[in-house]
């Protein structure tokens, strides 16, 4: 169950339509509201059409007006690129703020060779009385780059749905390798492609599930390498699929591979290790903090490294299984989404009401 219902908090969930469905961010965002909604009884949402790369004029307009007549015990709570954007029009609010953070934009725009300007994300954040974030890494990184006060950020590690756990037939060939997640550089899909020409086994295929339209001309390039390399017959690029037929693909994956640049958690290697599906990834961001069990860390620069770590599984079925069970296991005692968000609304107000965190914006 939920933590109980919240007396004298009113939150207002900002949110947009255009909001990548099914990503990792998306996803917490939407149980977070679901799981607010019933710990609080004075719980609203507010949906913008358009929020990416920014909120429409009118729009904004809108906004503005709402924001003008929120009671000053109510809350604003949205993903912090939202609360980003809408800094100029919150400086003066006399109601809460609470942004809802994944990871830096920084590290985005590093990853796609855009210039890095932390200005705009610092200022999102100085509008805010508490933030909540995803993992103990990624609230390290804002009190490192942002002096946020350790009181102020509010950690909640995403949730987990049941699982089935996944029984491929170790005889079966091909194998499958899989990898989850949007098709954007921050994944490092251009360096999997790299070790994929490093293996040494034959015997496997490569399923890459995720949003091929946000980046375009990464996806493009990806092909172009796919093709290149000669791995167009065993490295297929799905685009986002239905639940029903993700669960299938689980269901037979022999292997999960990852190479984020930076995880602010890593909501796909909990899934995989949700299913019992050993995973291979680099120690980049979150995941190396909390992933135990049924992971093995490979090199982040060293496609040749990488692909020895998978070559020395495919080529243990025994050892292969043995780090499935252990996936299966850890998996199988991280939190749903009830006991992720459970008592957030009381935390939230905790901190809210605390005069050494009142608005200063």
């Known amino acids: 169950m939920g933590g109980a219902t919240t007396c004298g908090m009113r939150v207002y969930y900002l949110c947009s339509e255009d909001y990548a469905r099914l990503t990792g961010g998306w996803v917490y965002n939407s149980r977070l509201a679901a799981e607010l909604a019933k710990q609080v009884s004075g719980f609203s949402e507010l949906s913008v059409p358009i929020a990416f790369p920014c909120i429409e004029d009118g729009a904004r307009a ?36 609470v942004s809802i953070f994944h990871h830096s934009q920084a590290i985005e725009d590093q990853a796609n060779g855009v210039s890095v300007d932390r200005g705009p994300e610092w200022r999102g954040l100085v509008v805010c009385d508490a933030v909540i974030v995803t993992s103990e890494a990624t ?144 120690s980049s961001g979150a995941v190396v903090t909390w992933a135990h069990e049924g992971v093995v860390f490979a090199p982040s620069e060293d496609a040749s490294g990488f692909a020895a770590v998978i070559d020395a599984l495919l080529a243990e079925p025994d050892q292969l299984a043995e780090l499935a069970d252990a996936a299966w296991t850890f998996g199988s005692a991280l939190p749903d989404w009830q006991q992720t968000f459970r008592y957030m609304a009381a935390r939230m107000e905790q901190v809210l009401m605390n005069p050494r965190f009142s608005q200063s914006a």
């Open 62 to 97: 809108k906004l503005a007006r709402a924001f003008a007549d929120f009671p000053d015990d109510a809350v604003l709570l949205s993903d912090h690129l939202h609360i980003a954007d809408l800094e100029p029009l919150l400086r003066e609010r006399r109601f809460g703020v």
């Open 139 to 282: 609230k390290g990184y804002l009190m490192r780059h942002y002096s946020m006060p350790s009181e102020r950020v509010l950690v909640a590690i995403p949730g987990n749905d049941p699982a089935i756990r996944s029984t491929p037939d170790g005889t079966a060939v091909p194998r499958t390798l899989l990898s989850v997640g949007a098709v954007i550089p921050r994944k490092r899909y251009d360096y999997l492609i790299e070790v994929a020409q490093q293996l040494r086994a034959r015997d496997w295929q490569w399923l890459i599930v995720g949003d091929l339209e946000r980046h375009p001309d990464y996806v493009e390039a990806l092909r172009n390498q796919i093709g290149d390399a000669g791995l167009g017959q065993v490295i297929r690029l799905t685009g986002a699929v239905p639940d029903a037929d993700l669960a299938r693909i689980w269901s037979t994956a022999s292997l999960f591979v990852a190479a984020s640049q930076y995880e602010g958690y890593g909501m796909a290697v909990a899934e995989s290790l949700r299913h019992g599906v050993p995973v291979v990834t680099t």
